[in-house]
């Protein structure tokens, strides 16, 4: 199993890195979640032999081959037996998430977050909520990764918990607080099953990729 990880400086310390950056990776699997950093007016080939994967433009600006750029916060998955060239015109980062290939070959997407329908989630007593972006949803495989938009002022409603499943999420954007940590842009967090968590909050608001391994519990802390 993979172990707690918190790399609060995740983005900030690719400064000057070039080439993959790994947050974390699974034994087992041999499955791993990393940054890559691309140096400007570089070329590079997308898709990982023996692996489904997925990438998520967390900076800078990528092409694709006929030199149309990429959204912003810009999403594609890439099937084991599948590859996508892609050029940076500026020095950009992305999240590549490994999964293990299966017999059915994975669905290949392209998602560009500002073009899809966002999930409204209000808070209690219509306070601060939340948005969800659903990027992969295959419950089945314990293959789950999605944006999710907070409120200013968002405050779980969920008391000290665990999740039956991992969680991991890289803070795209403003800061996430709970009574022991502080998560700002760039942070990233893997927690693994059974973790006990403080709610989280966000009093700034915040943009965060998430992705857990199939549907999330909420589970009380009673010890």
């Keep these: 199993m993979r172990p707690y990880v918190s790399l609060p400086r995740a983005l900030a310390d690719l400064g000057g890195v070039e080439g993959p950056k790994v947050l974390t990776q699974d034994p087992e699997s041999g499955c791993t979640t990393m940054l890559w950093a691309l140096p400007a007016n570089t070329v590079a080939e997308l898709g990982v032999p023996g692996y489904d994967a997925e990438y998520l433009l967390v900076s800078g600006v990528l092409c694709d081959p006929t030199g149309t750029p990429w959204p912003r916060y810009a999403y594609r998955s890439v099937r084991a037996s599948g590859s996508l060239s892609v050029s940076a015109t500026e020095p950009a980062v992305l999240l590549r998430r490994?999964?293990?290939?299966?017999?059915?070959?994975?669905?290949?997407?392209?998602?560009?977050?500002?073009?899809?329908?966002?999930?409204?989630?209000?808070?209690?007593?219509?306070?601060?909520?939340?948005?969800?972006?659903?990027?992969?949803?295959?419950?089945?495989?314990?293959?789950?990764?999605?944006?999710?938009?907070?409120?200013?002022?968002?405050?779980?409603?969920?008391?000290?918990?665990?999740?039956?499943?991992?969680?991991?999420?890289?803070?795209?954007?403003?800061?996430?607080?709970?009574?022991?940590?502080?998560?700002?842009?760039?942070?990233?967090?893997?927690?693994?099953?059974?973790?006990?968590?403080?709610?989280?909050?966000?009093?700034?608001?915040?943009?965060?990729?998430?992705?857990?391994?199939?549907?999330?519990?909420?589970?009380?802390?009673t010890a």
């Excluded at 601060?128 to 907070?150: H, M, N, T």
């Excluded at 409603?157 to 709970?178: A, D, N, Q, Y």
Aim: proline residues 12%; contains cysteine.
């Design 98 to 221: 490994t999964l293990p290939a299966t017999e059915e070959p994975m669905d290949e997407v392209a998602i560009d977050p500002a073009n899809r329908r966002w999930v409204e989630v209000p808070g209690p007593d219509g306070g601060p909520g939340l948005a969800r972006l659903a990027l992969r949803w295959q419950v089945d495989r314990g293959d789950c990764s999605l944006l999710v938009r907070f409120d200013p002022g968002w405050v779980s409603p969920h008391g000290k918990h665990w999740h039956s499943t991992f969680e991991e999420c890289l803070v795209l954007e403003g800061t996430i607080e709970t009574d022991t940590e502080i998560s700002e842009t760039g942070s990233y967090v893997f927690k693994p099953p059974g973790t006990p968590q403080s709610p989280p909050r966000t009093p700034g608001g915040a943009l965060v990729w998430i992705s857990h391994g199939g549907v999330m519990d909420f589970r009380p802390v």
